[in-house]
């Protein structure tokens, strides 16, 4: 049988840890429960994770340190718990390489069909790198190789990139020279449509954009269309 994935669920709230821990157990998952930062990366270094749910205001260090240092460790999918309505906490929390939000009051139910999308993502993601082969995609002197998920720079220097940016390059480098929408963007790596304050987009894409080091008052390689969206104005050479 196909080993269930296992979720770290990091919440100083109890309740909530026992609540999401009972409830995603008998959805078929693996739980490991943590109540603060210091607790989940004991967790973290003992056991193997497919999945991290973790609430942005935690005692002592907060859920961004925890963000921050779990991207130092491993690409691993992300889910923040923010508070309700607190928009400029779910920024934050995108800004951190953060793959979905949730806020709280929330239905364990969302919260369960959040985590079942974000893992299906990945998991396509997966499948597609290990079934491509080693092109590479070069687009105004950049190089990035998806076999490898590498992003190189034009002075040859290699430039990290997290699940979120990679997935937002890649979806922009196969339309090249396409305008694409914000609800398009979305869906293509959110499988969600975009709520009239939600930003996400903006976000990732200002993100990447300084990783290309292309600057957002004068950007060159991702273009902003004034009441469209975004669109990677470059040509795209496959080798």
Same mark, same amino acid.
Do not use: C, F
């Given at each position: 049988m196909e080993t269930p994935p296992h979720l770290l669920i990091v919440d100083d709230d109890r309740e909530i840890r026992e609540l999401l821990t009972r409830f995603l157990e008998r959805n078929h998952y693996r739980v490991t429960a943590a109540r603060d930062g210091r607790e989940a990366r004991r967790a973290w270094t003992a056991g193997h994770y497919q999945l991290v749910v973790l609430d942005l205001m935690l005692p002592g %260090?907060?859920?961004?340190?925890?963000? =921050?240092?779990?991207?130092?460790q491993d690409d691993v999918p992300i889910i923040m718990l923010t508070a309700m309505g607190d928009e400029t906490d779910r920024i934050i929390g995108l800004e951190f390489g953060a793959d979905d939000y949730v806020a709280k009051p929330f239905?364990? =139910? %969302?919260?369960?069909?959040?985590?079942r999308a974000v893992l299906r993502r990945t998991g396509e993601?997966? %499948?597609?790198?290990?079934?491509?082969d080693t092109r590479f995609m070069k687009f105004g002197g950049w190089i990035l190789e998806p076999s490898r998920r590498r992003l190189v720079n034009p002075e040859g220097t290699e430039v990290p990139l997290t699940g979120g940016e990679y997935d937002l390059l890649v979806a922009l480098l196969e339309r090249a020279n396409?305008?694409?929408? =914000?609800?398009m963007l979305l869906e293509l790596l959110?499988?969600?449509?975009?709520?009239?304050f939600d930003r996400a987009i903006d976000v990732a894409v200002s993100r990447l954009?300084?990783?290309l080091e292309d600057d957002g008052r004068n950007a060159q390689l991702i273009k902003t269309v004034r009441?469209?969206?975004y669109v990677l104005a470059a040509d795209v050479e496959r080798i």
């Open positions: %260090e907060s859920g961004l340190d925890v963000a =921050r240092w779990l991207r130092t239905n364990p =139910r %969302e919260l369960l069909a959040r985590i993601a997966q %499948e597609k790198r290990a079934a491509s396409r305008v694409l929408t =914000r609800d959110r499988g969600r449509q975009a709520g009239p954009r300084r990783k009441g469209g969206g």
